[in-house]
């Protein structure tokens, strides 16, 4: 028998007698002296080790010193109805001091499919962040091609379903509008981070990018609704700049801190 097919045997049976052993793995246990010391090691007696008392009690006194009192982890449709929640009223008190000029304005085939992407994806953020925030949640599309698809969405529907007409204030109107929905995104970002912080952030700059995108819907929302613009060059540009924008400051935000970590 080899060395390899002696330790084999020996793990098999432990604290196996030299007796029971076959006679090839006798014979080299008598040939082999690292085998043989091997064999003794394991057929002798186990040794336990303890600690000495005064130590084993500092030890004991300074993990329970450390110890504090945590609550317990949301799950993740107590997440899912928060972000919903906070995504709804960012919306309805939005609309409620802004007004709904756009929606005067706007034929209704574009505002119905402009609003559905809008509300769409809120609700697939809060499912994807939720999901984000539950350690062992399976995720039904990884949240960075997630936020991609929204975008692209709303800006394909904007600029095939608006019409194309520039306005000689385009650059003065934009920036304008864009900050204006910039502020009720960071308005929504606040307890969207606050209900984030509760969760196990496991990927920090992909939960800041889902939380700051989601935030960017809502400001999104408030100006597509109260914006007298109704353009596709304005809608297309300015107000998808407000979720883009917002999703990429999370991202920094979440990076930075994952660095920070």
Do not use: Y
């Amino acid at each position: 028998m080899t060395c390899r097919q002696i330790d084999a045997l020996l793990d098999e049976g432990r604290n196996r007698p030299a007796s029971a052993l076959p006679r090839a793995a006798a014979d080299h246990l008598s040939a082999c002296q690292r085998c043989r010391g091997l064999f003794e090691l394991l057929e002798g007696p186990s040794t336990q080790f303890s600690l000495p008392p005064a130590v084993g009690a500092g030890i004991e006194k300074m993990v329970l010193r450390s110890l504090q009192p945590v609550s317990p982890m949301p799950s993740h449709w107590v997440f899912l109805l928060s972000f919903l929640g906070v995504f709804a009223v960012g919306i309805l008190l939005g609309s409620t001091l802004v007004g709904a000029g756009g929606l005067q304005r706007m034929a209704a085939p574009p505002f119905l499919a402009l609003s559905a992407i809008l509300l769409a994806g809120g609700v697939l953020l809060s499912c994807s962040l939720s999901r984000q925030l539950t350690p062992g949640a399976r995720h039904q599309m990884t949240p960075l091609l997630l936020a991609p698809l929204i975008l692209a969405a709303f800006v394909v529907v904007a600029a095939v379903g608006l019409p194309w007409r520039w306005s000689s204030r385009f650059w003065v109107w934009g920036p304008a509008c864009a900050g204006f929905g910039l502020l009720w995104s960071l308005l929504a970002a606040l307890p969207l981070v606050w209900l984030a912080r509760r969760g196990a952030v496991l990927r920090p700059a992909a939960a800041g990018a889902s939380a700051g995108l989601l935030a960017g819907l809502v400001g999104a929302a408030v100006i597509h609704l109260g914006c007298l613009n109704v353009t596709a060059p304005h809608a297309a540009l300015w107000h998808a700049a407000v979720p883009l924008t917002a999703a990429l400051a999370g991202l920094l935000l979440g990076s930075h801190s994952r660095r920070r970590a």
